[in-house]
Structure formats: structure tokens, C-alpha cells
């Protein structure tokens, strides 16, 4: 069973004010993000690293994003209860969760083995159901698609055919794109008749999108 103390709550409760200072105004992100027990997705020790606005190490090369990155891709995903949502880079489970707060049916690939295997057991602990799938994201999941978004939470050295051509007309993807150190953030749009339009929404750091699974 996960704690979730009263300290835990008033730690998550400032974060959550601070993201609010910082410009996030969507309430069911905020909601969402209030819920979801962040130390949870890290070792016991780092409770207060949990709650202030950084990413944080998490093993096999990756990081847990940064709490304003999490929230400004999910605002500007713009989730509505029932959205089948595409996740690239499940990581530690966290941006899932958050996702999985606001009602989404979610579809998440990861490819380091470690990581996957981790993000299912407290996803499940979480209470909550996904398709949690070990695999290579450039490719996307053609079984459950069209997704209504796509979320990339990784940096892409381009942005993946294959994640756009699963994109349902109406749809949003939101992706981080560049090979250094600092990636893009792009907000693809995909109108009724298939056409795609890019938005530039700001420089970001994530660490990179990988091929294939990792062994």
C-alpha cells in the first residue's frame, strides 16, 4: 500500500500552487496532479525532491520530467474524460498517472525493460488501468489506434510518420524535437481533413527517444 501522509499532501498542495504561479491554468491538470502521489515514482529518500519543480534521476539513463513539463504537455494536450491517449516514454509511470487522473484510456510504450516493468506494478498499485506495452515508440501501436492525442515524453531527433499517421482528424500531439541538449516542443494539430499544422511552443530538456527495445 502507498503512504500519502498529511506532509505528503501540503508538499503536493505547494507544488501544485507553484505550477498555478508559473502559468498552468487548466484545473483538471491541476487536480490531476494533486492526486498523484509523486514520491511514489521515487526511491523513499527523495521525498522532498518529489515536490519541488525539477526531474530527477530514476535509472537506466532516464529522469522523471520536471513537474511544469509534465503539466505544460498535459495542458496543452487538452485532455477531456474518455480520450484514448498515446504515451511515448512511460518512464516512471508518472505523466501516465496524471493522464489516467483525468479519466484518459491510455496506451503507453516504453523500451527499457526496468523502467516498464516498474511503472506497471505502481500504476496498478495506483488503481488504475492501461495498456502498458514494452516496445519501440518510433512505431506507435497500430492495435488501438487512432488516438485522440499523442504525447512524447522524450526528445525525438524528428517527429515519427508513424505517430502522426496515427493521430485521429481533430487531434493533438504534443512532442519534444532536437538532438542536443535542449529539444523544441512542437504542437501538432490535425484538422478534420487530415492536414497537419505545427506549433513552436518553447524550448524544453528531455532525454532521448531510443529505437528499438532495449535488451
Do not use: W
Not at 501538432?188 to 492536414?195: L, M, P
Amino acid at each position: 500500500m502507498l503512504e500519502d501522509s498529511y506532509r505528503h499532501k501540503g508538499l503536493r498542495k505547494k507544488l501544485i500552487e507553484e505550477l498555478a504561479e508559473k502559468g498552468i491554468t487548466d484545473k483538471a491538470v491541476l487536480e490531476a496532479m494533486n492526486k498523484i502521489p509523486r514520491h511514489a515514482f521515487l526511491d523513499p529518500a527523495f521525498t522532498e525532491q518529489a515536490y519541488q519543480d525539477i526531474a530527477f534521476r530514476i535509472g537506466a539513463g532516464q529522469t522523471i520530467s520536471q513537474p511544469y513539463t509534465v503539466a505544460f504537455q498535459t495542458q496543452e494536450l487538452r485532455v477531456k474524460k474518455g480520450d484514448r491517449i498515446l504515451e511515448i516514454g512511460t518512464g516512471s509511470g508518472y505523466q501516465a498517472s496524471v493522464l489516467l487522473a483525468m479519466g484518459a484510456k491510455l496506451v503507453s510504450i516504453e523500451r527499457q525493460r526496468e523502467l516498464f516493468l516498474k511503472a506497471k506494478i505502481i500504476i496498478d498499485e495506483l488503481g488504475y488501468n492501461a495498456k502498458l506495452i514494452y516496445g519501440d515508440g518510433f512505431k506507435g501501436n497500430e492495435m488501438y489506434a487512432p488516438y485522440d492525442k499523442v504525447i512524447v515524453t522524450c526528445g525525438a531527433p524528428f517527429v515519427p510518420e508513424k505517430l502522426v499517421e496515427q493521430l485521429k482528424p481533430g487531434g493533438r500531439m504534443i512532442i519534444p524535437v532536437g538532438e542536443g541538449d535542449v529539444q523544441q516542443m512542437i504542437l501538432i494539430t490535425k484538422d478534420a481533413e487530415g492536414n497537419v499544422k505545427e506549433e513552436l511552443k518553447g524550448d524544453f530538456r528531455f532525454v532521448p527517444m531510443l529505437k528499438d527495445k532495449a535488451k
